[in-house]
């Protein structure tokens, strides 16, 4: 079984808003990435937590905060967006040794 | 650096008639290669991989690429395409660590 799951589906969010993304996985993985997609292009690496520590930070604004709470789990949590960042947030886990990352179907976030 | 070109934005196509999605990729150290799918407002789907051995690789819906060190290409083909095949279509490279890195997307649609 290779599923990642994302919730919610769609976020509808004001700019003064806190809300957060939730993203889940149980295949034992132990590297899990966010990535940000504007309509019409590829993904945006934005994070990656390898055995739950923050590995990488592709120079994200800070209104953008990842958590790993634990190796199944992935948040990102959300403050104080800009209209721009509406997009598609995608999460993606990978095994250990393995380059092979299996993505989740996203969160289709709306800021106004 | 690495990166990545699929050489087309779009490619009609029509139904039961073959098909080739071109990438070509840079890198000054070994690769590995994926292509995935990326149906309408879903989340991306790994097609196939290649990570070493064999450089003709099967993968999923009757989709098969072929690695070419010496031209730097991951071609994906398939014999017969149906309706269901339209979607967007990512070559992605990584050297590894973690970093993805994308084409801009070919976006196949496939008419009857």
């Known amino acids: 079984d290779t599923e990642v799951t994302q919730t919610p589906k769609h976020l509808v969010m004001g700019m003064t808003n806190k809300k957060s993304l939730k993203c889940e996985q149980h295949?034992?993985?132990?590297?899990m990435y966010w990535y940000k997609q504007k309509a019409k292009k590829p993904p945006e690496l934005m994070f990656v937590?390898?055995?739950?520590?923050?590995?990488i930070n592709e120079s994200v604004p800070s209104r953008f905060s990842p958590e790993c709470p634990n190796s199944s789990l992935l948040n990102l949590h959300l403050h104080a967006l800009q209209p721009e960042d509406s997009a598609l947030y995608l999460c993606?886990?990978?095994?250990?040794?393995?380059?092979?990352?299996?993505f989740g179907p996203g969160t289709r976030l709306l800021v106004l | 650096a690495q990166s990545v070109t699929q050489l087309d934005s779009q490619v009609p196509v029509f139904e039961e008639a073959p098909v080739e999605l071109r990438c070509n990729y840079s890198?000054?150290?070994?690769?590995?290669l994926f292509w995935y799918v990326q149906y309408p407002n879903q989340g991306l789907q790994l097609l196939l991989k290649?990570?070493?051995?064999?450089?003709l690789v099967k993968g999923i819906n009757g989709f098969e690429a072929e690695f070419n060190k010496s031209q730097t290409s991951f071609h994906l083909r398939k014999p017969s395409v149906h309706i269901s095949d339209t979607a967007e279509y990512f070559c992605?490279?990584?050297?590894?660590?973690?970093?993805?890195?994308f084409g801009q997307g070919t976006e196949l649609s496939v008419k009857p």
């Open positions: 295949m034992g993985h132990r590297a």
């Open positions: 890198s000054s150290v070994s690769v590995y």
């Open positions: 290649y990570l070493s051995g064999s450089t």
């Open positions: 992605a490279v990584t050297p590894g660590g973690g970093k993805l890195i």
């Open positions: 937590y390898s055995y739950e520590k923050l590995s």
């Open positions: 993606a886990s990978s095994d250990r040794g393995s380059e092979t990352q299996y």
